[in-house]
Nanobody, 123 residues
């Protein structure tokens, strides 16, 4: 069971990035998936989640209108498209596989976690 997140990097405020998270070792098409982030000195926080079939998404207020989550079950991959990035978006971003089909903003509802990818937004 592995989740490999990629796509992070150093960008300027206002730029865009797309994160990817590829799952291997099993099929996750029956489960929700989500993205969380953790900035230095802060607790991990929810970013966005998507239902098992992509039909429902849920995102944090802090990223609504700027970030969007999607998935490709044929590729066992979930994406996080980030636009209009702000310095406060700087964090390590983690993808996770949920326990249920519906999206959730609660980390306890996720069983498997990736290693994280660093996103740094300069002002």
């Amino acid at each position: 069971v592995q989740l490999q997140a990629s796509g992070g990097g150093l960008v300027q405020a206002g730029d865009s990035l797309r994160l990817s998270c590829a799952a291997s070792g099993r099929t996750y098409s029956s489960y929700s998936m989500g993205w969380f982030r953790q900035a230095p000195g802060k607790e991990r926080e929810f970013v966005a989640a998507i239902s098992w079939n992509g039909g429902s998404t849920y995102s944090a207020d802090s990223v609504k209108g700027r970030f969007s989550i999607s998935r490709d079950n044929a590729k066992n991959t979930v994406y996080l498209q980030m636009t209009s990035l702000k310095p406060e978006d700087t964090a390590v971003y983690y993808c996770a596989v949920g326990r249920y089909r519906a999206p959730s903003g609660i980390s306890y509802d996720y069983d498997y976690w990736g290693q994280g990818t660093q996103v740094t937004v300069s002002s």
